[in-house]
Each structure stands twice: as structure tokens, then as C-alpha cells.
């Protein structure tokens, strides 16, 4: 696993396809730098790109209220099929079902519904468009129903509609960046597609 920033206090690494964010990350963490791994937010196990992790429960509690308060900022970016518009920013009404894994765009506010927000910027278009997102919001698989839901699923995305050959959604958390000790903290990767 790539580490690109490590710390006393926090630990950002790149995070590989195939690996759960919350209990497999930790632990290769915990084995190549030792002491505590604290997770403060998550990416889908079949999706890869950059995290952060605190190290200590002061740094833990830094970053989760960058995290409520929405100051810390994750970009991704995603090959879908068709072609999006240019750019956009999109508002949805999102529920998760549960039982089968599963997000819907539906049209009301009820229990268990949440606001979802993203901007987006196409960055080359074609039967397959490279789009790079910027989320405001983080609900469960939140990119990936917001372009199914208007006809842009993700390449590789067979649980949102994509039919093609690739393994796992198109998706790479490529930027982070967050106010750390009176600075903006900011870290970028590119998966090979991009």
C-alpha cells in the first residue's frame, strides 16, 4: 500500500481496489507504522484512491469535525458510459435500501432519506467519458447512483447498470485536502486509467 504522508498523528495512504477501508486498511496500517489506527470516513471496498487516518483520538476528532463541517474536500474521478454534460451540479434525494445493498434517487423527503450534492467537470468524452467529481455531501454510493440515475453509470459498475467486462466501478478518490495545524493539507494520486 502506498503511504504518502505519515505523521505522529495521521497516516495517508492510497488505498488499494479489494481492500475494506474500515477494517483491512487499518490493520496493514497498523502493521507498517505501528500504534493506533483511527478511521474517519470510508470508500467502497471495490473502489480505491486516497484516505486518511488518524493515529491519534486529538487528530481523530480534528478531522471528523473537518468532516461534519464539510472543510474537508475529496475530489474523485470516474469513467462512465455515454457522454455527461461538460460540468454540472447535481441535487438529489437519496435512500438506501439496506437489506439489498442498494441507493435510489427517489423524488420526496421521507425517513431515511438524505440530501445528496455533487459538482462535476468532463475531462474527455466518448462512448466512455472521463469526468472528474467533487463531492459535498458523502452518502453511500453517492457518485455512482447520481450518474446511473441520469444515464452515466460508471464503467464497471454492474450493481448500477453498467454492461461491460471491467471488475470494479471506474472510481479513484484522487484528491484530499483538509485545514490541518493552520494549513490546507492537500494530497493527490491518479489511478492508471486516468
Known amino acids: ?112 432519506v438524505k440530501k445528496a450534492r455533487l459538482e462535476f467537470v468532463r475531462l474527455a468524452a466518448g462512448e466512455e467519458s472521463l469526468v472528474r467529481i467533487r463531492l459535498h455531501t458523502g452518502r453511500s454510493h453517492q457518485i455512482r447512483v447520481q450518474f446511473a440515475s441520469r444515464g452515466y453509470p460508471l464503467v464497471g459498475d454492474h450493481k448500477y447498470g453498467a454492461r461491460d467486462s471491467s471488475p470494479a466501478p471506474m472510481l479513484f478518490s484522487c484528491k484530499l485536502a483538509f485545514p490541518w495545524k493552520g494549513k490546507t493539507a492537500q494530497f493527490e494520486a491518479k489511478p492508471d486509467w486516468a
Open 1 to 112: 500500500m502506498e503511504i504518502l504522508y505519515s505523521d505522529n498523528e495521521i497516516a495517508v495512504c492510497v488505498k488499494p481496489v479489494g481492500l475494506d477501508s474500515e477494517s483491512e486498511v487499518p490493520a496493514a496500517l497498523k502493521e507498517l507504522l505501528g500504534g493506533d489506527i483511527f478511521t474517519l470516513h470510508r470508500l467502497d471496498k471495490n473502489v480505491g484512491g486516497v484516505m486518511v487516518y488518524a493515529r491519534a483520538k486529538a487528530a481523530a476528532a480534528a478531522l471528523s469535525r473537518a468532516i461534519q463541517e464539510g472543510t474537508m474536500v475529496k475530489e474523485y474521478v470516474a469513467m462512465v458510459h455515454g457522454t455527461p454534460p461538460e460540468s454540472g451540479d447535481w441535487e438529489d434525494l437519496l435512500w438506501k435500501d439496506s437489506r439489498k445493498n442498494k441507493v435510489f434517487v427517489v423524488k420526496r423527503m421521507r425517513g431515511g
